[in-house]
């Protein structure tokens, strides 16, 4: 378990290091796709225990996505904001701050382009 937490904590670290970089999609893929990730390690120990730390390391997850949908709509990049978003959503579907920041993306967003999470999430930045 202890190595599971530590994985994941380590690929949180990671994910916001190259974020920084600018690269939002290698930060995504650090945090919930591929075979290792952030969120499969947390996974593993909640399906183990009920792990307060591993519940913390899912909400830094989260949170994370919620900081960089924040980023990108203070850049003026709305689609990559609600992109983030909804990735984020997609992990935490309640999440009132990303809720939040999902619909102030699709209000800075053409009328016309589909603001779907469902198709946002099929979308590469």
């Given at each position: 378990i202890?190595r599971?937490?530590?994985?994941g904590?380590t690929?949180?670290?990671?994910?916001?290091?190259?974020?920084?970089?600018g690269?939002?999609?290698?930060?995504?893929?650090?945090?919930?796709?591929?075979?290792?990730?952030?969120?499969?390690a947390?996974?593993?120990?909640?399906?183990?225990?009920?792990?307060?730390?591993?519940?913390?390391?899912?909400?830094?997850?989260?949170n994370l996505?919620a900081?960089w949908?924040?980023?990108?709509?203070?850049?003026?990049?709305?689609?990559?904001?609600?992109?983030?978003?909804?990735?984020?959503?997609?992990?935490?579907p309640?999440?009132?701050?990303?809720?939040n920041?999902?619909e102030?993306a699709?209000a800075?967003?053409p009328?016309?382009?589909?603001?779907?999470?469902?198709?946002?999430?099929?979308?590469?930045?």
């Amino acid at each position: 378990i202890q190595r599971w937490l530590a994985q994941g904590n380590t690929y949180l670290e990671v994910a916001e290091d190259v974020f920084e970089q600018g690269d939002l999609l290698s930060a995504h893929q650090i945090l919930v796709e591929g075979a290792d990730n952030a969120q499969g390690a947390f996974m593993s120990v909640l399906k183990r225990s009920n792990s307060e730390e591993a519940k913390q390391g899912m909400l830094q997850l989260v949170n994370l996505y919620a900081q960089w949908t924040q980023v990108k709509l203070d850049q003026g990049d709305a689609m990559h904001a609600l992109w983030a978003a909804c990735h984020g959503l997609n992990v935490h579907p309640t999440h009132k701050v990303l809720l939040n920041l999902s619909e102030e993306a699709r209000a800075a967003m053409p009328a016309a382009t589909n603001s779907d999470c469902a198709t946002m999430r099929t979308l590469t930045p």
